[in-house]
């Protein structure tokens, strides 16, 4: 099972910037948080991770709290193109296994 | 110059049949995966493959058997197909022992059996 929770869908205007919550209470200390979204019809992408620090990519910036029972991805200004599920997933470093929930459902408008 | 690919695209066959499907990688990553993601859109993993090496085996009936003739390549053959197995399979890779160990999908095989 996933051990994060996430809003099963969120909307946001083009241009604004997109945060995307994730809440993962059970995640250990040697466990990393990552996300991925999937565009319709496509194959998963790979946005950015993190362990305890604040990451900043070229796609988006991954604010993850403290205590890490939770995390924020933040595209900062979203397109049309961002529209897709993004999931947050929670992954020690020893394994390979990507365990998928639901995700979140980002629909950007005009 | 596609990272993940992945052959058939779509694959329409009856139940009963074998089937196969490929999947390379020019990424020079040691490791391979398939998922399947199924009508209600969730994904899991079914299997991965390091160096050849079968690590990963999820609980999937053995009418779904990979093969890995080398690093760059994994395939999917599925044996006596049944309605069930219908669903959109994606593989992936990844390389062991990189900190971040990002995996790089295919864009997909919709599988759909009648």
């Known amino acids: 099972d996933a051990k994060t929770t996430q809003p099963p869908s969120m909307d946001c205007a083009e241009g604004r910037a997109a945060n995307l919550p994730c809440n993962h209470s059970?995640?250990?200390?040697?466990?990393?948080v990552y996300w991925y979204r999937q565009i319709h019809s496509q194959g998963p992408q790979y946005i950015i991770h993190?362990?305890?620090n604040n990451e900043t990519n070229e796609m988006a910036s991954l604010i993850i709290t403290e205590d890490r029972k939770s995390s924020t991805l933040i595209l900062p200004h979203a397109t049309l193109r961002d529209t897709a599920v993004y999931y947050c997933?929670?992954?020690?470093?020893?394994?390979?296994?990507?365990?998928f929930g639901t995700g979140t459902r980002l629909q950007v408008f005009p | 110059d596609t990272a993940v690919s992945q052959t058939p695209k779509y694959l329409v066959t009856q139940m009963g049949n074998d089937k196969s499907i490929k999947c390379e990688q020019n990424?020079?990553?040691?490791?391979m995966y398939w998922y399947k993601q199924d009508s209600k859109k969730f994904l899991k993993i079914m299997f991965s493959?390091?160096?050849?090496?079968?690590?990963i085996n999820e609980t999937v009936p053995n009418r779904f058997s990979p093969k890995s003739p080398d690093k760059a390549h994994l395939n999917l053959h599925i044996n006596s197909l049944e309605l069930g197995d219908s669903a959109v399979y994606f593989c992936?890779?990844?390389?062991?022992?990189?900190?971040?160990?990002?995996?790089?999908f295919g864009p997909g095989t919709r599988l759909t059996v009648t």
């Open positions: 990424l020079g990553h040691d490791t």
């Open positions: 993190g362990l305890k």
């Open positions: 992936a890779s990844s390389q062991r022992g990189t900190v971040g160990g990002e995996q790089y």
């Open positions: 059970t995640i250990s200390g040697n466990e990393y």
């Open positions: 493959y390091n160096n050849k090496e079968l690590i």
């Open positions: 997933i929670v992954r020690g470093h020893n394994t390979d296994k990507l365990i």
